[in-house]
T-cell receptor, first 115, second 112 residues
Framework: AQSVTQLDSHVSVSEGTPVLLRCNYSSSYSPSLFWYVQHPNKGLQLLLKYTSAATLVKGINGFEAEFKKSETSFHLTKPSAHMSDAAEYFCVVKSEGYNNNDMRFGAGTRLTVKP | KAGVTQTPRYLIKTRGQQVTLSCSPISGHRSVSWYQQTPGQGLQFLFEYFSETQRNKGNFPGRFSGRQFSNSRSEMNVSTLELGDSALYLC???????????FGQGTRLTVV
């Protein structure tokens, strides 16, 4: 079984301040973990992925995430928020077992960036 | 390289009707997955197709069905539409299914 919990439904930061979006996961198999971003009325865009290589993963637009197996966490961070970062963010876990390729999405975290 | 293309972008249907949505994956991708996104339930997995075979299925009633063609394009069909089927339907493609998925912009279905 696999599941994802995003600990905050809404995060609000000021432009130029750090961003932290929290994600905990549960997986019976070695997981692959992803962060996707969704802007209003748009599809999902991949920010970054973890697939059992380096535990600190760098993504697009200055985002990065650290895989911590002991804490079953995969938090997303960015040193300095930009107005264009305002969007919905989804943490995703994916099992690598054969015939079990469905992705499990967290409930999402809405990021608001204040000027 | 073109991205994942979903058509149509918007649909309005009446309860009881049926609807077909289309998804063209990125060239070379053989896995196509479908998801339903609603404000109440979030993103839920519908099914995955790989090389014209349904490989995995989520927990949705039989009114939801799909298929994949030899060129990897996929269609999703919903019969006997209900008001609760109103949602954004997202399609994602990947090279084999084990790699990261790329999403289309979605089809917004409104059932009235």
């Amino acid at each position: 079984a696999q599941s994802v919990t995003q600990l905050d439904s809404h995060v609000s930061v000021s432009e130029g301040t750090p961003v932290l979006l929290r994600c905990n996961y549960s997986s019976s198999y070695s997981p692959s973990l992803f962060w996707y971003v969704q802007h209003p009325n748009k599809g999902l865009q991949l920010l970054l992925k973890y697939t059992s290589a380096a535990t600190l993963v760098k993504g697009i637009n200055g985002f990065e995430a650290e895989f911590k197996k002991s804490e079953t966490s995969f938090h997303l961070t960015k040193p300095s928020a930009h107005m264009s970062d305002a969007a919905e963010y989804f943490c995703v876990v994916k099992s690598e077992g054969y015939n079990n390729n469905d992705m499990r999405f967290g409930a999402g975290t809405r990021l608001t960036v204040k000027p | 390289k073109a991205g994942v293309t979903q058509t149509p972008r918007y649909l309005i249907k009446t309860r009881g009707q049926q609807v077909t949505l289309s998804c063209s994956p990125i060239s070379g991708h053989r896995s196509v997955s479908w998801y339903q996104q609603t404000p109440g339930q979030g993103l839920q997995f519908l099914f995955e197709y790989f090389s014209e075979t349904q490989r995995n299925k989520g927990n949705f009633p039989g009114r939801f069905s799909g298929r994949q063609f030899s060129n990897s394009r996929s269609e999703m069909n919903v019969s006997t539409l209900e008001l609760g089927d109103s949602a954004l339907y997202l399609c994602a493609s990947s090279f084999r299914g084990e790699t990261e998925a790329f999403f289309g912009q979605g089809t917004r279905l409104t059932v009235v």
